[in-house]
């Protein structure tokens, strides 16, 4: 990195932390700090809740793995990445069901009403390691733009940005949270229209979108993954499903419904910048984006990096708020049912300085990014007979027990190498990926009817006896 170009990143990471934290607005109540409300206790408000769901789900791993999908498969790996984000409109009309349905106050109460404290524990540990990955997988590629693993700039530049981030979750929490992600929202779209500026003229936008074959093995087995897990993969991440309790039932369920249409549309743009490298040659070497912004000159690079300083920024303040909430609202409420008071802001501070220290360690360590989310999706495969059938039962905790634990069982033995070539579905990369997920979604269902299925044999068994 030249000194101009050095004067350049650093200069513009200062003045994005200073600026982030001068415009947050601080919480003083803890309806404020832990539920998004303004002073006067009033909800937050349709549209600056769906920019906050827009952007703090359009991850800085996220968008570099739709470019490098986009540069390995054309628009097909695009697609497969971008359909992530239709999950987000599944995940609002069936927490619009929950709530409406059954009056739960987060995913935890309604858990615990249906399937018992055990598994709403079992479910909050699925998430707590979640948010952990999120905090270095966004850090990291933000200091992958100011230097290499191993080199001081990288590790400076991704901890700086860490204290910039928690300092304005500690003034405001979720509701400076919200209030930064409308700023970092419009930032990015009008950095990601900057960035497609400069790749269409060279290339055009026929080109840009026949790029790309629907075969399995070019890429479309990881589209069919992608739409197995739009049931599952959301309910997860509190980043997104802790929004779907802030706001009135029905403005939330339009929120989620046309953030989730804007992050389709707004990442499958964003992958175009890997088609760009696969049409033109450019070497990814992981990171499309990076790559791109190189052999554009300066200000294309330095647009790739806004694009991944807000959209890392907006995830990583989201990360921590959620944080804050899990374990200063949710898990003691799973311990004792009395407490309903919501705990100081100084309790959910603390969690914030504790995981923004705690949560970098991974990077330093040097793990890959990539490992943070390519696996999750299908450990938690599970959740999604739980959330698609729980109105066919009123209370069976065997069957959120047997759905879960199966899919955690499958994926852990996917990370491992331990699942049978066989299971693969075509001969494309993600085959055994597909397999996996597709065999496994049939597997957690049966886990997830069985308890019910032999509940009722069981009374007709009695039944049967008696007469």
């Known amino acids: 990195m030249t000194t101009i170009e050095a004067m350049v990143f650093w200069g513009f990471l200062l003045v994005y932390g200073v600026v982030m934290y001068a415009l947050s607005p601080r919480s003083r109540t803890a309806e404020s700090f832990y539920r998004g409300a303004d002073d006067q206790g009033n909800p937050v408000g349709q549209w600056s809740l769906t920019a906050s769901l827009f952007i703090s789900w359009i991850f800085a791993k996220s968008v570099t793995n739709a470019a490098n999908l986009g540069a390995a498969y054309g628009v097909v790996g695009g697609l497969a990445y971008a359909s992530y984000w239709l999950s987000i409109p599944v995940a609002g009309y069936i927490i619009y069901l929950i709530r409406t349905q059954t009056g739960a106050r987060s995913l935890q109460d309604f858990l615990t009403s249906r399937f018992g404290r055990l598994a709403a524990l079992a479910f909050a540990a699925a998430v707590l390691i979640r948010l952990y990955n999120e905090v270095w997988s966004n850090t990291a590629v933000v200091g992958g733009y100011f230097g290499r693993p191993g080199e001081w700039p990288y590790y400076t530049a991704a901890m700086l940005f860490t204290l910039f981030t928690l300092a304005y979750s500690l003034k405001g929490g979720l509701r400076s949270s919200i209030f930064t992600d409308v700023i970092q929202a419009v930032v990015f779209v009008f950095f990601v229209g900057a960035v497609l500026f400069l790749i269409l003229p060279a290339n055009g936008p026929g080109a840009l979108l026949g790029s790309g074959e629907f075969r399995l093995e070019a890429g479309f087995d990881l589209l069919l993954v992608a739409l197995l897990q739009l049931f599952s993969y959301p309910f997860h991440d509190p980043v997104l499903t802790d929004r779907g309790f802030v706001n009135k039932e029905k403005t939330m369920l339009k929120s989620f419904v046309v953030a989730g249409l804007l992050g389709f549309v707004a990442v499958f743009i964003f992958s175009l910048v890997g088609v760009h490298a696969r049409l033109n040659g450019i070497d990814a070497m992981g990171n499309a984006p990076a790559a791109v912004g190189q052999s554009l000159g300066l200000a294309a690079l330095f647009f790739m990096s806004v694009v991944m300083m807000t959209s890392a920024g907006s995830t990583l303040d989201s990360t921590f708020t959620s944080l804050a909430?899990?374990?200063?609202?949710?898990?003691?409420?799973?311990?004792?049912?009395?407490?309903?008071?919501?705990?100081?802001?100084?309790?959910?501070?603390?969690?914030?300085?504790?995981?923004?220290?705690?949560?970098?360690?991974?990077?330093?360590?040097?793990?890959?990014?990539?490992?943070?989310?390519?696996?999750?999706?299908?450990?938690?495969?599970?959740?999604?007979?739980?959330?698609?059938?729980?109105?066919?039962?009123?209370?069976?905790?065997?069957?959120?027990?047997?759905?879960?634990?199966?899919?955690?069982?499958?994926?852990?033995?996917?990370?491992?190498?331990?699942?049978?070539?066989?299971?693969?579905?075509?001969?494309?990369?993600?085959?055994?990926?597909?397999?996996?997920?597709?065999?496994?979604?049939?597997?957690?269902?049966?886990?997830?009817?069985?308890?019910?299925?032999l509940r009722r044999l069981a009374g007709r068994s009695l039944a049967a006896g008696e007469a």
């Open 325 to 453: 909430k899990s374990l200063a609202v949710d898990l003691p409420r799973l311990a004792s049912r009395a407490r309903e008071r919501l705990p100081s802001l100084r309790l959910g501070a603390v969690v914030m300085v504790v995981f923004a220290l705690l949560g970098n360690l991974p990077m330093f360590a040097g793990t890959d990014i990539l490992k943070a989310t390519t696996i999750s999706g299908t450990m938690v495969m599970g959740l999604a007979p739980v959330f698609l059938f729980y109105s066919v039962t009123r209370w069976s905790p065997w069957s959120f027990h047997l759905s879960f634990w199966s899919g955690l069982t499958l994926g852990v033995l996917l990370a491992v190498g331990l699942i049978p070539a066989s299971w693969a579905i075509g001969d494309g990369k993600y085959g055994l990926l597909l397999g996996v997920n597709a065999w496994g979604f049939l597997i957690c269902t049966a886990g997830f009817f069985l308890p019910l299925l």
